[in-house]
């Protein structure tokens, strides 16, 4: 298992940026493929994005490709969620989650066995 810690989130206005950042502890966070979700209050839970362990494949949902980035440092045992030109309606708790084994590519949250307890972001009009 792996302990997992999000940081970063906060207020900003429309069209700005933050970077989020996820903290990990535990054991071989390196072979871990790593996620991001949000959840605004009375929807459900959506995926975001996800990295593979190398960080060499990148998965978007459609709707923040060419605004959002996902990283990881293995070395700091970190993965990061950059989110640029950021919409009100993106205002949501972000989660970040460790993939299970051998869920490379998923964006179902099922296959994702590790759960941070999430960060705030709020985007204002």
């Known amino acids: 298992q792996v302990q997992l810690v999000e940081s970063g989130g906060g207020l900003v206005q429309a069209g700005g940026s933050l970077r989020l950042s996820c903290a990990a502890s535990?054991?071989?966070?390196?072979?871990?493929?790593m996620g991001w979700f949000r959840q605004a209050p009375g929807k459900e839970r959506e995926f975001v994005a996800a990295?593979?362990?190398?960080?060499?494949?990148?998965y978007y949902a459609d709707s923040v490709k060419g605004r959002f980035t996902i990283s990881r440092d293995n070395a700091k045992n970190t993965v990061y969620l950059q989110m640029n030109s950021l919409k009100p309606e993106e205002s949501a708790v972000y989660y970040c989650?460790?993939?299970?084994?051998?869920?490379?590519?998923?964006?179902?949250?099922?296959?994702?066995?590790?759960w941070g307890q999430g960060t705030q972001v709020t985007v204002s009009s």
């Open positions: 989650a460790a993939a299970r084994a051998g869920k490379y590519g998923s964006r179902r949250q099922d296959d994702f066995g590790s």
């Open positions: 535990g054991r071989t966070f390196s072979s871990y493929a």
């Open positions: 990295i593979s362990w190398s960080g060499g494949m990148l």
